[in-house]
């Protein structure tokens, strides 16, 4: 699914697609892409071979919970605002091997042979957009670390033992 960019008119070239689950062939263990994909937006030229493309994204992903493991789904939506220059800008200065990027430079992507790749950037974006721990719920009990029962379902009969054995000793300091 690529843009031609010799094809942007000046007033910009208006985006509305809807990219299907399937489009994306790279599997993953985290979650999965479970409808298709829209994107809505503008790709207008910034500057002599920059691009900005601005709009929203928004699909379903599904996920594992991280306490229960249970799978959940959720809307994943994002805004765009995205500058686009050309891969042989993104090369290092001589004799600067590593820099820190700033503000500016986190929302910046290229394009190659005068195309920009969309599924690459959809999938980019779902990607930065995802949590880092995934829940199905905030109150979620999780499993049991004895028995493995997930708690949100059913209780389980399992002592735990909240002291931590190392400090077992300075308890008897607070107890008369």
């Keep these: ?14 985006i509305d697609r809807s990219v299907d689950p399937s489009a994306f062939p790279i599997e993953t263990r985290e979650f999965r892409i479970t409808e298709a994909v829209n994107v809505s937006g503008r790709l207008v030229k910034a500057d002599s071979d920059a691009y900005r493309l601005s709009g929203r994204l928004a699909s379903e992903v599904e996920f594992s919970c991280v306490r229960c ?5 959720a809307n994943v939506r994002e805004d765009l605002n995205l500058l686009y220059l050309p891969q042989s800008d993104n090369v290092a200065a001589e ?20 195309e920009i790749d969309l599924a690459h950037m959809i999938w980019e974006q779902i990607v930065l957009a995802l949590p880092m721990k995934p829940v199905c719920k905030p109150d979620c009990h999780g499993l049991c670390s004895d028995c493995g029962v997930n708690r949100n379902m059913k209780s389980c009969s399992c002592v735990r033992d909240t002291v931590d054995p190392r400090w077992r000793s ?6 008369p």
């Design 1 to 14: 699914m690529l843009l031609d960019l010799e094809r942007v008119p000046p007033e910009g070239l208006v």
């Design 69 to 73: 493991l249970d799978p959940f789904r």
């Design 95 to 114: 004799g600067q091997n590593e820099h820190g990027l700033g503000d500016d430079e986190l929302a910046v992507s290229f394009y190659r042979d005068d």
């Design 170 to 175: 300075l308890k008897s300091l607070l107890e």
